[in-house]
């Protein structure tokens, strides 16, 4: 019987969903992780297979930051550990444990023990709506990024693709970190169909998957 697997890449799913999900709460963690599984039942109708054709839901992420840091302008420390973003990470992972069909895949959070200028401060600061004397605490974020995570996106594809457990691979992503397992995929003879929920993707990148399709709300 044909089988489909959807990979979920966490951070930008979470991105997205605040984007195309704007009515809904994003900081319930429950309710996240229904959508996901939603969102995966209407892949599956999009390709014309029933629910009882999919594989599983593998949801890749990483533990949240617990760890006191000094903000960079007032001096106070702050436990991240007991933030409400970490709460949410941590319930939502809980949540998605128990999900029929899904599989968690937790990387590594590295991070320096430093600040970094947030994006949209950034911005502000090169349009001079915002000067250098005025940055404030709220303005900084903690300089970290995910590690492992690429890694067992491209490992899962390949254990998929070479036990031939799917015919097909649906991929929740928006960069083209993907690309060398996509192409190993294809070669074997998977399906390999990439949802950047909306986002805009590069045009040359069409060349690395069998399909584009987006299957929730599309943002304004």
């Known amino acids: ?29 429950r309710a996240v992780a229904k959508t996901l599984f939603g969102m995966a039942l209407e892949h599956l109708k999009a390709v014309d297979r029933p629910r009882e054709q999919l594989y599983r839901i593998y949801f890749y992420d990483c533990p949240p930051l617990e760890k006191n840091l000094v903000k960079p302008i007032s001096g106070d420390s702050v436990d991240f550990g007991h ?4 709460a949410f990470r ?10 029929r069909k899904m599989a968690l895949r937790l990387g590594r959070l590295a991070e320096r023990g430093e600040w970094q ?3 949209n401060a950034y911005q502000q600061l ?6 250098w004397d005025d ?11 995910q590690t492992q995570v690429d890694m067992k996106i491209g490992i899962d594809i390949a254990a ?3 036990k031939k457990l799917v015919d097909q691979i649906i991929l929740v992503a928006g960069d083209a970190d993907f690309i060398p397992a996509a192409k190993l995929a294809r070669y074997e003879g998977i399906d390999f169909i990439l949802d950047p929920m909306w986002q805009g993707i ?15 709300p599309r943002p304004f």
């Open 1 to 29: 019987m044909n089988r489909t697997a959807i990979l979920v890449d966490g951070a930008f799913f979470l991105a997205r969903y605040r984007k195309v999900y704007g009515e809904r709460d994003a900081g319930d963690a």
């Open 83 to 86: 933030t409400g973003a970490a």
């Open 90 to 99: 941590r319930e939502l992972h809980d949540q998605l444990r128990r999900q």
């Open 117 to 119: 200028l947030k994006r």
């Open 126 to 131: 090169r349009e001079g709506s915002l000067r």
């Open 135 to 145: 940055l404030r605490d709220e303005h900084f974020e903690p300089d970290m990024r």
């Open 160 to 162: 998929l693709t070479y």
């Open 202 to 216: 590069a045009p040359d990148l069409h060349e690395h998957i069998d399909g584009l399709q987006s299957v929730c």
